[in-house]
């Protein structure tokens, strides 16, 4: 189980730093990912992260904003966003895949409840 924390009401330009906890998963397995989903959209891929931390991706609409870690002896998974916009309103979801990499939504095979993030203009 993931359960992704840390979301809520920011303004333009402002910062949040979201929470991933894995229960019952050893996360150092998986390659984890951040996904988030707007209203009326599908799924999009944000970041990524290798399962020893060495490699991230980034999609390009939050590169150089965003910052993905892990700390996988506290079996946890971090998303610092900064320089918020209001189209970064969305759910933002914890994924775990048991793929080599993974940067597309479709290579996540288990996924957290989201936590809802909303950037005001």
């Known amino acids: 189980q993931l359960q992704a924390s840390g979301g809520g009401v920011v303004q333009a330009g402002g910062s949040l730093r979201l929470s991933c906890a894995a229960l019952g998963r050893t996360i150092s397995n998986y390659y984890m990912g951040w996904v988030r989903q707007a209203p009326g959209k599908e799924r999009e891929f944000v970041t990524s992260?290798?399962?020893?931390?060495?490699?991230?991706n980034y999609a390009d609409s939050v590169k150089g904003r965003f910052t993905i870690s892990r700390d996988n002896a506290k079996n946890m998974v971090y998303l610092q966003m900064n320089s918020l916009k209001p189209e970064d309103t969305a759910v933002y979801y914890c994924?775990?895949?048991?793929?080599?990499?993974?940067?597309?939504?479709?290579?996540?095979?288990?996924w957290g409840q989201g936590t809802l993030v909303t950037v005001s203009s």
């Open positions: 994924a775990a895949s048991s793929a080599a990499l993974a940067i597309t939504v479709s290579t996540y095979n288990y």
């Open positions: 992260i290798s399962r020893r931390g060495e490699t991230t």
